[in-house]
């Protein structure tokens, strides 16, 4: 059985594209993926990224230059997070993401990494509790796909 995840309607059609291409990357190289996850701060990141090794990367979509332009949450995101990217789709001109953060390129059907950031050192609490967190967004999530009627 296949289960399907709606989008929230958060999201215009080309950010769902670019989310979708930048989880099958990161689920390609070893990261579990959870969209749309809220951190400890409130903020909610557009993608978070768990490797096996426990290193947590945050991908913030941008859909166009104007997306960008209106964002100034991103750089609190660098607190809870061993990388920072930006992912775009290839109409965005990649010179408006600044130099210090990754770099993907996406479109629905996957990604490519075109710079990656310098890494963060994530204190071993803060790494803690955002694993812990991950892993209890993304259990409640199975819960509620398999049983949308609980509580």
Request: proline letters at 7%.
């Amino acid at each position: 059985m296949r289960l399907l995840i709606k989008p929230d309607g958060r999201q215009s059609d080309t950010a769902l594209n670019v989310q979708r291409g930048v989880c099958r990357l990161l689920r390609a190289s070893g990261f579990a993926t959870l969209p749309e996850f809220t951190l400890a701060s409130g903020r909610r990141a557009d993608i978070i990224g768990l490797s096996d090794a426990g290193q947590i990367w945050i991908v913030e979509i941008k859909s166009s230059v104007e997306d960008y332009r209106c964002d100034t949450k991103w750089p609190e995101y660098r607190d809870y997070c061993d990388r920072l990217f930006f992912a775009i789709p290839p109409a965005v001109p990649p010179e408006i993401i600044p130099d210090d953060c990754g770099l993907m390129i996406a479109d629905s059907w996957g990604a490519d990494i075109l710079r990656h950031p310098e890494a963060l050192v994530l204190h071993a609490s803060r790494r803690k509790a955002v694993t812990l967190a991950f892993a209890r967004a993304a259990a409640l999530r199975l819960h509620g796909l398999h049983d949308p009627l609980a509580e």
